[in-house]
């Protein structure tokens, strides 16, 4: 019998990635899952076999902590969740070449490729042993191969965002633009759940944590402190991530959510062998959920956008103004937009305007000039 809900899946088709981004659970020397397991085309079918007898499906992305290249069967993998009329979402750090061109012939709904610079100094930090090169070849190749075969896919690039990779954004936006793709922005967070909840633990954790990913929290942009003082009134709904998606690793073993990453700590079951209303209550059950929901975490992403806007502009403009920029003296287009390139300049002009780091969260907002600053590197959306 149909459970009347909708659901979207998420499938890790491997269980590794290539690169070893500094904010990814797939770079920490203690990742626990080593070995590269890849999901086969038969398993995923009886997957979706069961899944759309109990449930209904609003779509299948194929990825969640790997990187889905990795299995050399991807194609056939987005032929079954085809085959089953459900849209299918992959997507990539498009360092790996093999398949682009039947991955686009098969037609997925939505293609993302994850990046976080244009040139390769800033993007071999952020996307660590990635190359930037690599990946623009490879998006020239896919914008090509989708032309060529008139493909339906709608390819978009998600830039994620640092502080030291916001110039080169404006680059890479006019490059995926060239290329017919579309552009979004997001903010790199200290990911996965389970690390974030450490820190926001108690004060020694957050100490240890901070000492130990010193790099790390110099370049990140997301404004925990502010986070846990707006999350009081978003407590009480309920968690979308544990009631509307289902998360499976590439042994088809449910996690429990999208944003928890270690299989030894939050696999809930084995999909095949319980029904989706046991998986359900298996993982309403879990005890972890009780202190992210106290936190207000599990509402993460979903409805702080807005709240958390002008804290994220305001460690921009610590970030430029530490480096100099005078705010005031940007030369302006006719248009009365900023040049593309004063952006660029902002780092190498003199260090003199901390009047800015003194400024409150409040001021921020009203501050003119501040919003004048391109919209894609301020905004949240
Ligand atoms: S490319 Fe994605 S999955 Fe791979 S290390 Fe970076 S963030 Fe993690
Ligand atoms: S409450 Fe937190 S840990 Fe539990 S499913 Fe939701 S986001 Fe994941």
């Not at 899944?51 to 194609?75: D, G, H, M, R």
Request: charged share 25%; aromatic share 10%.
């Amino acid at each position: 019998m149909k459970v009347n809900e909708n659901y979207s899946f998420l499938i890790d088709v491997a269980s590794t990635c290539n690169l070893k981004c500094p904010s990814c659970p797939q770079a920490n020397p203690k990742n626990p899952v080593r070995r590269n397991e890849l999901m086969e085309p038969e398993l995923l079918d009886s997957i979706l076999r069961k899944a759309t007898s109990e449930c209904q499906i609003s779509f299948v992305y194929l990825y969640n902590w790997a990187e889905p290249f990795l299995n050399p069967k991807l194609p056939d993998l987005i032929d079954i969740v085809n085959s089953h009329n459900i849209p299918c979402g992959v997507s990539s750090n498009l360092n790996i070449r093999r398949n682009i061109d039947r991955v686009v012939a098969s037609n997925p709904a939505n293609f993302v490729i994850s990046t976080s610079g244009f040139n390769q100094h800033t993007y071999g930090k952020m996307h660590a042993a990635g190359n930037v090169e690599r990946v623009k070849e490879n998006m020239i190749w896919l914008s090509e191969v989708r032309k060529n075969t008139n493909s339906r896919t709608r390819v978009e690039v998600n830039y994620i965002r640092y502080l030291g990779n916001l110039d080169e954004l404006v680059l890479m936006r006019k490059f995926a633009a060239s290329l017919g793709f579309f552009f979004r922005q997001s903010i790199a967070a200290l990911f996965p759940l389970e690390r974030l909840l450490k820190y926001l633990s108690d004060s020694q954790k957050k100490e240890r944590t901070i000492d130990e990913e010193k790099e790390l929290f110099e370049i990140l942009l997301f404004p925990y402190e502010e986070l846990m003082q707006l999350s009081g009134p978003f407590k009480r709904f309920p968690c979308s991530y544990r009631e509307e998606q289902i998360v499976l690793n590439s042994r088809g073993q449910v996690q429990l959510c999208c944003l928890v990453f270690d299989p030894t700590r939050f696999t809930i079951t084995d999909f095949l062998s319980d029904s989706i209303e046991r998986i359900r209550e298996l993982k309403r059950g879990q005890d972890f959920c009780k202190s992210c929901i106290e936190k207000g975490i599990h509402t993460l992403g979903l409805r702080f956008g807005p709240n958390l806007r002008p804290v994220v502009l305001k460690k921009v403009a610590d970030y430029y103004s530490e480096a100099g920029v005078d705010f005031h003296n940007l030369p302006r287009t006719s248009n009365g937009l900023w040049f593309d390139r004063s952006v660029r300049l902002l780092k190498e002009s003199a260090r003199r305007s901390i009047v800015l780091r003194r400024l409150t969260r409040e001021a921020v907002t009203r501050f003119p000039v501040l919003k004048r600053l391109p919209g894609d590197i301020l905004s949240l959306e």
